[in-house]
């Protein structure tokens, strides 16, 4: 059985940090671009960040760009999501998904994509 357990989530002041982790079980991790998304409370869900099989394609949306890294070891199974200088505004559950990719640069910006979802982590940041 398929499982991606995310953590690292929490309680945040605004213009701090928190790094989230997703430990995947999908074998071979390397065949799998992954992705970070959020939801915040009456929101659609959305991309945050996608990374490529190999990590060396990158996508962010625009509001984390420069803030957000996302990075993937794939000898661990594991992608994480640096979230530096944290605002009010990404408070929500960060899920994490991954969707087996043929080819080893694209990432994927659709939740379509994703074949795998984590169960999600709360990311509350105060004012």
């Known amino acids: 059985q398929v499982q991606l357990v995310e953590s690292g989530g929490g309680l945040a002041q605004a213009g701090g940090s928190l790094r989230l982790s997703c430990a995947a079980s999908?074998?071979?991790?390397?065949?799998?671009?992954m992705g970070w998304f959020r939801q915040a409370p009456g929101q659609e869900r959305e991309i945050v960040a996608a990374i490529s099989r190999a990590g060396g394609n990158m996508y962010y949306r625009d509001s984390v760009k420069g803030r957000f890294t996302a990075s993937r070891d794939n000898t661990k199974n594991t992608v994480y999501l640096q979230m530096n200088s944290l605002k009010p505004e990404d408070t929500a559950v960060y899920y994490c998904?991954?969707?087996?990719?043929?080819?080893?640069?694209?990432?994927?910006?659709?939740?379509?994509?994703?074949?795998?979802w984590g169960q999600g982590t709360q990311v509350t940041v105060s004012s």
């Open positions: 998904a991954a969707h087996k990719a043929v080819y080893a640069l694209d990432s994927y910006l659709s939740q379509n994509d994703y074949e795998y």
């Open positions: 999908v074998r071979p991790f390397s065949s799998y671009a």
